[in-house]
C-alpha cells in the first residue's frame, strides 16, 4: 500500500533530530549551519533567520553532494547542519536525505520557520 505525505514526514521526524526554536539559537550562535529550505517566495513572505543559507528543497541533494556539479561549499557532510522550512516537514524528511547522503551532524528545526516566530525569534529579509 502507497504511503501518504504525513506518513513519510512522520517517519522522517522519527529518525531526525528534533530541535527548539532555542536550541537551534544557541548551536546558530556557536556556529551550526542553519539552511532554510523554503521557495524564494516564501522567503520574500515571511523572511528568514539570520545567517542562514538558503536551498529550496528541490536542490538540496545537489547542493549537498560534494560530487555534484551543484555542491555549494558551506555544505560539508562533517559539519553541523540545521535544517528548516515553514513547519517543519521538508526539513525532516531533508535531514533523513542528508543522512543517506553521509552526513553525520544533521538536525531540523521541529515546527519550522513559525515555531521560530511563535517563539518570539526575529527573521531578516533574505538578502540580509
Same mark, same amino acid.
Not at 553532494?65 to 555542491?71: I, L, N, Q, R
Not at 516537514?89 to 533523513?96: I, L, P, Q, T
Given at each position: 500500500?502507497?504511503?501518504?505525505?504525513?506518513?513519510?514526514?512522520?517517519?522522517?521526524?522519527?529518525?531526525?533530530?528534533?530541535?527548539?526554536?532555542?536550541?537551534?539559537?544557541? $548551536?546558530?550562535?556557536?556556529?551550526?549551519?542553519?539552511?532554510?529550505?523554503?521557495?524564494?517566495?516564501?522567503?520574500?513572505?515571511?523572511?528568514?533567520?539570520?545567517?542562514?543559507?538558503?536551498?529550496?528543497?528541490?536542490?538540496? $541533494?545537489?547542493?549537498?553532494?560534494?560530487?555534484?556539479?551543484?555542491?555549494?561549499?558551506?555544505?560539508?557532510?562533517?559539519?553541523? *547542519?540545521?535544517?528548516?522550512?515553514?513547519?517543519?516537514?521538508?526539513?525532516?524528511?531533508?535531514?533523513?536525505?542528508?543522512?543517506?547522503?553521509?552526513?553525520?551532524? *544533521?538536525?531540523?528545526?521541529?515546527?519550522?520557520?513559525?515555531?521560530?516566530?511563535?517563539?518570539?525569534?526575529?527573521? *531578516?529579509?533574505?538578502?540580509?
Amino acid at each position: 500500500m502507497p504511503s501518504t505525505v504525513a506518513e513519510l514526514v512522520s517517519r522522517a521526524k522519527a529518525k531526525a533530530e528534533n530541535l527548539t526554536p532555542e536550541q537551534v539559537a544557541r $548551536e546558530a550562535a556557536r556556529g551550526a549551519l542553519l539552511v532554510d529550505l523554503r521557495e524564494p517566495a516564501e522567503l520574500e513572505r515571511d523572511g528568514m533567520i539570520h545567517g542562514a543559507i538558503h536551498a529550496p528543497r528541490g536542490m538540496l $541533494e545537489f547542493y549537498a553532494d560534494p560530487g555534484s556539479p551543484y555542491h555549494r561549499d558551506e555544505l560539508d557532510p562533517s559539519r553541523r *547542519v540545521i535544517l528548516y522550512c515553514a513547519s517543519g516537514g521538508r526539513s525532516a524528511m531533508g535531514a533523513a536525505t542528508l543522512a543517506e547522503l553521509g552526513y553525520t551532524d *544533521v538536525a531540523h528545526l521541529d515546527g519550522g520557520i513559525k515555531a521560530w516566530q511563535t517563539d518570539g525569534r526575529p527573521v *531578516v529579509p533574505p538578502d540580509a
